[in-house]
């Protein structure tokens, strides 16, 4: 089997360039089982070892609905540095008296690094275990906002189905060490290798989280990406990112 796969990545915050904007209903029919570590490794290598063509600047906000319905918005900016052999996810988010920051490093073939501060401080380097601390009061943990689980040893290509009119990859993710979760189930986007949606389990193997990108806009020519949700189902909260136009 060859898998058809383009060096594209698409962050959970930042743009990637997508050949339809309509998505049809998903289309329900039983797909075999792949169940091909292999592959699998080779899929989220290419996920991490992709990276954006050039330095840009997002603007946007979270709407953060807790469970008993109320709804607070937080702005966010988000900014990428690309460098020779690494690129930089930077995110900041909140009030300027209490703004959090993440830098998040990311290397073809190595682990991602992390950097964190509170209240304007300079981002400090950041103990892995500490990664899965919620960002900026949003559903979305730092972890989560540096794809952590694409660089989990553990990586098998499950099946390839449809979701949301897509064909799409079905990669399921497990860690060495059971961490906030003991695996991730996501939908690669087979054309251009972007992120449709994803599940996280919690480490008694119930769902915890569901992530799903919700809308894109052309800008410039180019798809990006203006919506995700992300639903906690153990809070019974909900976040959604949403972008306006990029900066330069």
């Not at 360039?17 to 049809?24: C, E, N």
């Not at 609905?65 to 690494?86: E, I, M």
């Not at 660089?151 to 990859?169: N, S, T």
């Not at 059971?178 to 290798?193: A, L």
Request: glycine residues 4%.
């Amino acid at each position: 089997m060859k898998l058809r796969i383009r060096s594209r990545w698409l962050v959970l915050l930042l743009a990637v360039a997508l050949p339809r904007l309509v998505w049809a209903a998903d289309i329900v029919t039983p797909a075999p089982l792949l169940n091909d570590p292999v592959a699998g490794r080779a899929l989220a290598a290419d996920v991490c070892d992709a990276r954006p063509a050039a330095n840009a600047e997002y603007h946007g906000f979270f709407k953060i609905r807790q469970r008993d319905g109320s709804v607070t918005t937080v702005p966010l900016v988000s900014r990428v540095l690309v460098a020779d052999k690494s690129w930089q996810a930077i995110y900041q988010a909140g009030p300027s008296n209490a703004v959090e920051s993440l830098e998040v490093t990311h290397a073809a073939g190595l682990s991602n690094s992390y950097r964190y501060a509170r209240n304007g401080a300079a981002p400090a380097p950041l103990p892995l275990p500490q990664i899965w601390q919620p960002f900026a009061g949003s559903d979305f943990s730092l972890a989560d906002l540096g794809m952590e689980f694409f660089h989990w040893p553990r990586q098998m290509l499950v099946q390839d189905e449809m979701r949301k009119g897509r064909a799409c990859h079905v990669l399921e993710s497990r860690p060495a060490v059971t961490n906030d979760y003991c695996r991730v189930r996501s939908w690669v986007d087979v054309e251009s290798g972007g992120l449709v949606m994803a599940e996280a389990y919690d480490p008694t193997n119930q769902r915890a989280k569901e992530f799903e990108v919700k809308g894109f806009k052309k800008v410039n020519d180019q798809w990006q990406l203006q919506e995700m949700e992300i639903r906690n189902l153990k809070k019974r909260s909900r976040t959604v990112l949403n972008f306006e136009e990029p900066q330069k």
